[in-house]
């Protein structure tokens, strides 16, 4: 069983990514003996999964379980890092509202936070 957790982001950019609200699945109970995968971004208007490739590129797709859309949450200076666990990379932005994954820096345009 998973429980949504709201995460809005201001989110732009080359690929189908818009201002929304996302939802953050994680599993509402865990086992010591079983550990859950990382959770999964999910868009609430599409039911998308945020998604991304070797390439750096940041997306929805249709959710799939996959390596690319799971992601590690973890506290950062000024918000929360995502970070792709497929790739390494996390989730970053810059001043003109594009989205991507990048090497983790820890800089403020990796930070995130719900609202």
Do not use: H
């Not at 109970?29 to 859950?36: L, N, T």
């Not at 208007?45 to 959710?63: E, I, P, R, W």
């Not at 995502?82 to 989205?99: E, H, I």
């Amino acid at each position: 069983m998973f429980r949504p957790i709201g995460i809005r982001t201001a989110m732009a950019g080359t690929g189908a990514l818009a201002a929304t609200l996302l939802a953050i699945c994680v599993p509402s109970s865990a086992s010591a003996e079983v550990q859950a995968a990382p959770p999964a971004v999910k868009n609430v208007a599409t039911s998308f999964c945020l998604d991304s490739n070797a390439g750096k590129q940041v997306y929805t797709l249709g959710c799939n379980g996959g390596a690319y859309q799971q992601w590690i949450l973890s506290p950062g200076r000024f918000g929360t890092v995502l970070k792709d666990t497929a790739t390494g990379f996390c989730l970053d932005s810059n001043a003109n509202r594009q989205v991507y994954t990048l090497d983790c820096n820890g800089g403020s345009y990796q930070q995130w936070s719900g609202v």
